[in-house]
């Protein structure tokens, strides 16, 4: 790394002399690493707590055939602003969170490159999720066509706030697309002196690679949006049959910004429990580069699979035998990374506390999800389960049981470092058991549902998935309420609680260990040498 961009970052902080500045404007002006981290963390925990009670709006109406609290319409305005606020609000900012608090720490430098960008790019979201959720209140409701907004559903029978949902997402788009340069531009010139690339953090790779993801394929979406706008506001037809459009052209698009973005959701949680199994096996990961080499495959695959989703739109057969199995073929690195976990956890001097019982969770139910994808990924078998409860048991296993619980274990894991404290463990186990269990009573009988026939974003069902419904509600209300707990194990544990030491997990690997807890403003003002 060049000596003028340490010069530069130097000055710059010196500029803010060394402690932390205090009041409100510390949050506002801030383009300290571990502060954006936190704001992003925050904000991902309150857009989950609304995301969750949308869904509570969902598994309420669905408690018993009929309908019973909402209108149709409104329904499907949950459904909707459900998965999108899910997705762009609280599993990507968290991801964003962990890499701002983590990657300058884990890779010996003072700070992200381009602080000024860093912080713009957290402050524009609190307004993209302002805007979707005020669309609500709209005349006509919010948007109510899935969070896919297939066309002509999002063009011409949306409501007239989809102009606000469109701009929103563009937003989003441009936080995601600002934050991924960012990482890339950090961990490609500010590694310390000796840390080569295949001396770095699983966590940090896994990263980098989601990095490059994003700046592919946010643009794809930032097309598909801007045609749907066109198409209902400007007369265009890109998606419109009657005026020589295809409104299947607007899934092949919407698809290939899709998939890549369900990798985008799923590769940092691969780098997460990279890091938890070896400390809590007390050995070290088995197989480096090759979990390495597995992430990058998954990541090139991924953009060649989009069509998976669309096997019944009367493609071609070639076309759907090709999809087919490339979507077969991204199980391969994923077994991989699955064995590597196994492998380092066999023989090893195990302790589980709860980054590792979540860590655990994760290999075991991710793995779940990886099936019923597997399932979905046979052409013949999809045309029975497509537009079923199948699929949503499917996708929530891979990004609740997934994505948020290697969340929650980082938060555990990294927390002691974070506040200088030790969280509760007896709390964070209620935290665990009562997530683990509920989660699967929410899902898991969701694929019976699908299996039998249940089509999925519907407010009513036939009476033979009355009890069925039931317990997936129960099971959701359950999971909601497991998350005050967390909740309550974050607040105590910053307020104050047992002093953590520089490395409370004793066999924890990797610089961020080396600093004190909790982690000062500035962490690496001399690099550190790494042998």
Not at 209 to 214: D, G, P, R, V
Request: charged share 10%; net charge neutral.
């Amino acid at each position: 790394m060049s000596t003028t961009t340490h010069d530069t970052i130097d000055t710059a902080h010196d500029e803010h002399h060394h402690g932390a500045p205090k009041g409100l404007m510390r949050w506002v002006l801030t383009t300290n690493h571990k502060d954006i981290g936190s704001l992003y963390l925050w904000f991902s925990f309150i857009m989950f707590l609304t995301g969750g009670a949308m869904a509570m709006v969902i598994r309420a109406e669905l408690f018993q055939p009929g309908l019973q609290l909402v209108e149709p319409n409104f329904f499907n305005q949950m459904t909707t602003v459900h998965g999108l606020v899910m997705v762009f609000g609280a599993v990507m900012p968290a991801f964003t969170g962990l890499a701002n608090w983590l990657i300058p720490m884990m890779i010996g430098a003072p700070d992200m490159a381009l602080p000024r960008m860093n912080n713009w790019s957290f402050w524009i979201l609190p307004f993209a999720f302002t805007m979707l959720l005020g669309s609500l209140f709209m005349e006509g409701g919010g948007p109510n066509f899935g969070w896919t907004f297939y066309a002509p559903l999002s063009t011409t029978y949306s409501p007239d706030s989809t102009a606000l949902f469109v701009f929103a997402i563009h937003i989003m788009g441009i936080s995601s697309i600002m934050g991924a340069i960012n990482v890339v531009v950090t961990i490609v010139n500010m590694r310390a002196p000796g840390m080569t690339w295949m001396k770095l953090p699983l966590f940090v790779w896994t990263w980098l690679i989601t990095a490059f993801l994003l700046i592919a394929v946010m643009p794809v979406l930032a097309g598909a949006v801007t045609m749907v706008l066109t198409d209902k506001f400007f007369g265009t037809s890109f998606f419109d049959a009657a005026g020589g459009g295809d409104p299947v052209m607007f899934q092949h698009i919407f698809w290939f910004f899709g998939h890549p973005e369900v990798y985008i959701m799923i590769l940092p949680s691969f780098g997460i429990i990279s890091a938890i199994v070896p400390t809590f096996s007390r050995k070290p990961l088995f197989g480096y580069s090759s979990m390495v080499y597995a992430t990058a495959s998954i990541a090139i695959l991924s953009f060649l699979v989009w069509a998976h989703h669309m096997f019944t739109t009367g493609m071609p057969v070639f076309a759907e035998l090709f999809f087919m199995y490339c979507t077969m073929l991204i199980a391969v690195p994923t077994g991989v990374k699955v064995f590597n976990w196994v492998a380092t956890m066999w023989r090893g001097s195990m302790t589980f506390e709860t980054p590792m019982l979540f860590a655990v969770a994760f290999i075991i139910l991710f793995t779940i999800g990886g099936f019923s994808g597997l399932m979905l990924a046979i052409t013949p078998a999809d045309f029975q389960y497509h537009d079923t409860y199948f699929v949503v048991a499917h996708f929530h296993y891979v990004l609740v049981t997934g994505a948020i619980f290697s969340i929650m274990a980082a938060a555990y894991y990294w927390l002691p470092k974070w506040t200088g404290n030790m969280y509760s463990e007896t709390l964070g186990r209620w935290h665990f058991w009562c997530s683990v269990i509920s989660v699967n009573v929410l899902f898991f009988p969701m694929h019976f549902l699908g299996l039998a026939g249940m089509p999925r974003r519907i407010p009513d069902y036939a009476i033979q998935f009355a009890d069925v419904n039931q317990i997936v509600s129960i099971g959701g209300f359950a999971f909601g309420l497991s998350q005050l707990i967390f909740l309550a194990v974050v607040l105590k544990c910053i307020k104050g609680g047992k002093p953590a030491g520089d490395n409370p997990w004793q066999a924890a690997d990797g610089l961020e260990w080396s600093i004190p807890s909790p982690a000062p403003y500035h962490s690496f003002t001399t690099p550190p040498e790494i042998k």
